[in-house]
């Protein structure tokens, strides 16, 4: 019943006046909404909060907010800085900068430390002890979005070379006896994270296209037909990006630039796959059918319930990220699984247009003829044809597997085991500055910071207790807690006195897991000592960029052990769905999970003894699960349906030989083409992105070459009949 629904879908999208009505109707929808919708550049939000409002380090800013308004504001920290260390004249000129910053404000400038008004000795006081190093405060309004403070930072630097000869944020840090000055503090550090996004968008968009043709042309040796996948794929990101944009501009989404760069390698890497499925059989077909329209007909019926089924999978496991609680994660759902699902669409819909239009044209020059085609072909050239043989290298990789299912069982175990070891290992990090490059302004003023102050005073903890007016002691139990470098005198709130703020200094990088490791301590503390003085351990509140980090870490924890097991879940039932068998179900997500793990593990070897880094980002496991996971299941669902179609024609034996030899070239294809996509990513100066691109490389390389040709196939084999348990798969015994 299926087949002749599909036949009827292929002759409407691909027959001779549906493929024209087809490619008119996505014509006019693209062009529709590129004129009528907004552009997804225009409401994209990389300042969007990753914590909810009942967080606790959200709630004791707002506390803070509230209590101490002179502190409300994002910082900005202009690191100064000569090697020789600072003169007369540059401390007098950072009071003329002070002067002119309160005289002349930067849109979105809060408030400035009068500097001008302090005599040069206290001035003197507050540079670093070798002298070299002057910190000046700007807080800027934290309402401001990242492009508002770029903006602003640029008004900056044009008022400090008015002011200093030597344009000394045009300076390098290396430099000797020249004044630098670099922008840094969680203010800085956020208008170089959305210009490492921002300017990665062009070139990543760019990068991924011409890797893509390149494989294309490369693997199939045709102008023709590698322009078809990304037509295909092209049209689709021009629709999905401004409903994306629509949705963004309507509040029921948010997104931001990291969204888009991941959705632009999903969409080129993912789309190209399901565009090839069907590529490939409607090429295998055109041997054996003389007419093009017949052979696509029997292409798109034998393909289209595994591409849907493949594009469900993926968008329904992406659509689980918002369960989610942490803001990055939960605004990857909406954008990554319609990017999927338009995908689909186009690949069900304007890759059959396309083919119908240019039939066996697609694949030129070599052009796939029956054998009665080439016969007369060659006998007009007064030649003789050469029969059509097809590659049978994975035949002869299913055979093996089918035949030593042992051997090959126990090879790639002990191979992905090996790997996935080293997954035990991983350490990780929700260190910001860490994944960015060390010439970056913020960093390389973070640099300064540490080496001539202490890490700490990048971004100090706020403590704000309520202590109803009882002296307390808890200045002194600060002090002597492990991990803190230095704490405030207490500061009573001008609003009601019963607040008093204490200021942190934190002894470790305040981004660093050892950083956030004290917050919890610190609260210890602070609710043992108002406990001790009759005080409700309630009134405590812990702000600042270090105690964010600490509930951003507890919260992506808590994600992924709601969000790994629903996906399994998901896509366990999907398959069950599908294949009807319970045992493949269990064995194909098991094979799956194992490929993930190994990816992890060989990721963490390249990166750590490789690379050099000491650490992995803290998202990496999360996003890496969700399309290492699901993509890698699409390839077991395209081998597996063939596997079940010939069983039951044909033994068990040679039922994988021909599942695996026929889908074993498209596969590979496919495999090395969304590999690279994800590859792209490790090109980008973004860390975070860098690790999230090589460890998805890896998972999808290794389902690919390992666990989809070897590895299913001996498990499918060694099971026998119990593949198909409890239906019945195979007719014929082997």
């Known amino acids: 019943m299926s087949h002749g629904i599909f036949s009827k879908v292929a002759n409407a999208v691909g027959g001779k006046r549906g493929r024209w009505i087809t490619l008119a109707i996505w014509i006019l929808i693209v062009v529709a909404l590129q004129v009528f919708l907004p552009k997804s550049a225009d409401y994209k939000d990389d300042a969007a909060p990753d914590l909810a409002a009942s967080e606790p380090s959200v709630v004791a800013q707002k506390v803070m907010d509230e209590q101490f308004p002179m502190g409300e504001g994002t910082p900005a920290l202009i690191t100064w800085f000569r090697s020789t260390g600072l003169t007369n004249v540059d401390l007098a000129q950072i009071q003329e900068f002070a002067k002119e910053l309160q005289q002349s404000p930067l849109d979105h400038q809060k408030t400035v430390v009068p500097y001008d008004k302090m005599p040069l000795p206290v001035l003197k006081q507050q540079v670093s002890k070798d002298g070299t190093t002057f910190i000046q405060t700007v807080l800027m309004d934290s309402a401001a979005t990242s492009d508002e403070l770029k903006t602003s930072f640029e008004e900056l630097e044009k008022t400090a070379n008015g002011i200093f000869a030597d344009k000394p944020f045009d300076q390098k840090v290396s430099s000797k006896d020249t004044l630098t000055a670099r922008t840094t503090g969680p203010a800085g550090i956020g208008v170089d994270a959305t210009e490492l996004f921002s300017d990665a968008d062009v070139s990543l968009l760019i990068g991924t296209v011409l890797l893509v043709l390149i494989f294309l042309l490369v693997i199939y040796r045709s102008p023709i037909l590698a322009f078809i996948p990304l037509i295909a794929v092209g049209f689709a990101y021009l629709a999905v990006t401004p409903i994306i944009a629509l949705l963004g501009k309507e509040g029921v989404i948010t997104y931001g630039s990291q969204g888009l760069s991941i959705m632009t390698v999903l969409l080129f890497g993912a789309g190209t796959d399901y ?21 696509f007909k029997k292409a798109f019926s034998n393909t289209a319930g595994a591409i849907a089924l493949s594009g469900f999978t993926v968008m329904a496991a992406l659509l689980i990220l918002l369960v989610a609680k942490y803001g990055s994660i939960h605004n990857f759902a909406v954008p990554f699984s319609l990017s999927i699902l338009i995908m689909m669409i186009s690949s069900l819909t304007l890759v059959p247009a396309l083919l119908g239009i240019f039939g066996r044209i697609s694949f030129w020059p070599f052009v796939p003829r029956t054998e009665e085609m080439s016969r007369v072909r060659a006998a007009k050239k007064g030649k003789t044809a050469k029969p059509h043989r097809e590659n049978r290298f994975w035949h002869r990789v299913g055979e093996m597997s089918a035949k030593h299912p042992i051997k ?61 007016g009882e002296k307390t002691d808890l200045r002194t139990n600060l002090e002597k807690e492990d991990g803190v470098a230095n704490v405030s005198v207490g500061i009573p709130s001008t609003k009601n006195r019963d607040y008093v703020m204490y200021t942190i200094e934190l002894a470790d990088n305040p981004y660093s897991n050892a950083a956030m490791d004290v917050i919890p301590d610190i609260r210890e503390v602070a609710e043992t000592t108002l406990s001790d003085a009759g005080i409700s351990k309630n009134n405590v509140w812990i702000a600042g960029q270090t105690a964010t980090q600490y509930d951003s870490r507890a919260v992506t924890k ?54 050099g880094a000491d650490a992995i980002a803290g998202l990496i496991p999360i996003y890496a699960f969700v399309f290492i996971v699901a993509l890698g299941e699409d390839y077991n669902i395209f081998m597996i349906s063939s596997i079940w179609k010939k069983s039951r024609e044909l033994s068990l034996r040679e039922a994988i030989t021909e ?76």
């Open 275 to 295: 565009c090839l499925f069907l590529i490939a059989r409607f090429r295998s077909q055109l041997h054996h059918d003389e007419n093009r329209y017949t052979a």
């Open 408 to 468: 090959t069982f126990v090879i790639t175990i002990l191979i992905l085991g090996g790997c996935a070891i080293f997954a035990t290992q991983v350490k990780y990090t929700y260190d910001t500055l860490s994944t960015f490059p060390k010439d970056m302004p913020s960093r390389e003023g973070f640099t300064l910071i540490s080496d001539h102050f202490g890490a700490g005073q990048l971004a100090p903890v706020n403590l704000i207790v309520k202590t109803n």
């Open 659 to 734: 599942g695996v030899g026929q889908t074993g070239g498209v596969i590979t294809s496919a495999g090395i083409i969304l590999a690279g996509t994800f590859a792209v990513l490790t090109t980008l100066p973004i860390q975070l992105l860098v690790q999230f691109g090589l460890i998805t490389a890896i998972g999808v390389l290794l389902d690919t070459f390992i666990v989809r040709p070897f590895l299913v196939p001996a498990i499918t084999m060694l099971l026998g009949k119990w593949a198909f348990w409890p239906g019945k798969g195979h007719k014929k015994e082997h």
């Open 558 to 611: 808590q994600d992924e052990a709601l969000i790994i097991p629903l996906v399994i879940g998901l896509i366990a039932l999907l398959l069950l769905v599908y294949l009807r068998s319970v045992t493949a179900m269990v064995y194909l997500v098991a094979t799956v999970l194992l490929s993930f793990f190994s990816a992890l593990g060989l990721g963490w070897l390249i990166i750590h003894y490789v690379m």
